[in-house]
């Protein structure tokens, strides 16, 4: 089984919704075993700079990450069709156990 975690901002959208329900509805028609997105409390990327988007008057973006669950061939299949349609973001694979 391989795990995908893909960190996107929350306030990206795709057409007219947020990327982050796109992604995990676009999962679900791939027939992905789970997927949950959480919501980052702090963060930084590319930009070094450190987002912390629940202090007072903050405008920074809270980052999202979106987590899924399957076997390797579907995973990265799904990946590899969302890569068609978006091609933002940072995705990173990994193996992991299933008890």
Known sequence: MIQAQIF????????SEP???FIVKFLLKQHIMGATALQG???????????RPDELFSFDETPIIITCIDEDAKVIAAIKELRQVYKG???????????
Request: hydrophobic residues 35%; aromatic residues 12%.
């Open 8 to 15: 996107v901002d929350k306030d990206e959208l795709i057409g």
């Open 89 to 99: 973001g940072f995705i990173v694979t990994h193996p992991v156990d299933r008890w």
């Open 41 to 51: 409390r702090m963060g930084y990327g590319d930009s070094q700079h450190l987002n």
């Open 19 to 21: 990327l982050y329900i």
